[in-house]
């Protein structure tokens, strides 16, 4: 049964998404304007309560579709997403009831430091491979289209 409510709000999400298919790639200028983006908007708010948290509902929505890589937040020669997919991420970000925060600190100068862990919190190094994972590169690709440098953030401890 809730397997079947959650098959539900993603069908409900994907539908809501769809309309944003016919505009271009990238964001065209007064996408808060337009039609399908204020459907999306007006679905997220009646059936989310944490859509209707604030004045920068509109700004979050567009934000979330930039990370997810909807078509129309993309430009042309990156990758985009499903709208499945992008309904399923659209739809767990709505219903998040906690968000983790990472800091990451460079200690570059601070010689060789040990793996040292005090309750939740770390020292570490991270290699490449880590920090891929741990910024999520496919999501920061679709963000910054420049070069990211994750070999050189390995570097520092």
């Not at 271009?24 to 200028?29: E, G, L, R």
């Not at 939740?120 to 590169?137: C, G, H, I, T």
Request: contains cysteine; charged residues 20%.
């Amino acid at each position: 049964m809730i397997k079947e409510a959650m098959m539900d709000r993603y069908m409900e999400m994907e539908a809501a998404l769809a309309s944003l298919r016919r505009i271009p790639s990238p964001q065209p200028d007064g996408i808060f304007q337009h039609p399908a983006f204020r459907s999306l908007e007006n679905h997220c708010r009646s059936q989310y309560p944490s859509a209707n948290r604030g004045l920068f509902t509109s700004f979050a929505i567009w934000h979330g579709l930039c990370l997810l890589g909807v078509p129309c937040a993309q430009p042309p020669n990156l990758p985009t997403v499903e709208l499945a997919d992008a309904a399923k991420g659209l739809v767990h970000a709505l219903e998040m009831q906690r968000v983790t925060r990472r800091y990451i600190v460079p200690l570059d100068l601070g010689g060789d430091i040990p793996h040292l862990q005090f309750g939740k919190a770390e020292v570490m190094r991270f290699s490449p491979a880590d920090l891929r994972v741990l910024f999520e590169e496919g999501t920061i690709r679709r963000l910054h289209t420049g070069p990211f440098g994750i070999e050189r953030l390995s570097e520092f401890h």
